[in-house]
């Protein structure tokens, strides 16, 4: 299975900087919005907090910036689930346009189940889990996310 597209966008007037690129900040957006679609994907959507007063709370985010963006250019967001345990999930996000084949920029971020009541940590319901270990195992043969795992240092 490819990765799973979950969102797709123009890169709009108001994104970009005075250089025409897409603006540090507006990468993230992109990526949240991604974020908010698989949500959507694995039962976490609007409807369902509602319901069940569960959501996803952004724990950590590592955005890389590879590649220019710019005014007009159509976007999408492969998502691939890195993994989880009973709270927390792991994605990583990449940003791609047609007939370039490398990643524009990759996202890697860990995200908590939260009870909106306490508001306090949750494990995922069996529905949520199911929904996840099958996505995993849809993407199974996917290369490794390269940006994972990184760490931001100065060499020394």
């Known amino acids: 299975m490819p990765a799973l597209t979950t969102y797709r966008t123009p890169v709009l007037p108001d994104w970009v900087d005075y250089n025409g690129h897409l603006r540090d900040a507006f990468y993230l957006l992109i990526f949240s919005y991604a974020?908010?679609?698989?949500?959507?994907?694995?039962?976490?959507?609007?409807?369902?907090?509602?319901?069940?007063?569960?959501?996803?709370?952004?724990l950590e985010c590592h955005l890389n910036y590879l590649h220019e963006v710019k005014l007009g250019t159509q976007v999408w967001v492969n998502t691939q689930v890195i993994g989880f345990?009973?709270?927390?999930?792991?994605?990583?996000?990449?940003?791609?346009?047609?007939?370039f084949d490398e990643a524009l920029a990759a996202s890697e971020q860990m995200l908590l189940h939260v009870d909106l009541a306490g508001p306090k940590s949750a494990p995922f319901t069996p529905e949520t889990v199911e929904r996840l270990q099958g996505i995993i195992a849809e993407q199974s043969d996917l290369p490794a996310a390269e940006f994972v795992g990184r760490v931001m240092r100065l060499p020394g």
């Not at 959507?40 to 369902?48: C, H, K, Q, S, Y």
């Not at 345990?85 to 007939?99: A, V």
């Open 35 to 58: 974020t908010d679609a698989f949500m959507e994907r694995i039962g976490l959507d609007a409807d369902d907090r509602e319901t069940s007063g569960h959501s996803l709370f952004t």
């Open 85 to 99: 345990d009973r709270k927390r999930l792991h994605l990583y996000h990449s940003l791609h346009r047609e007939g």
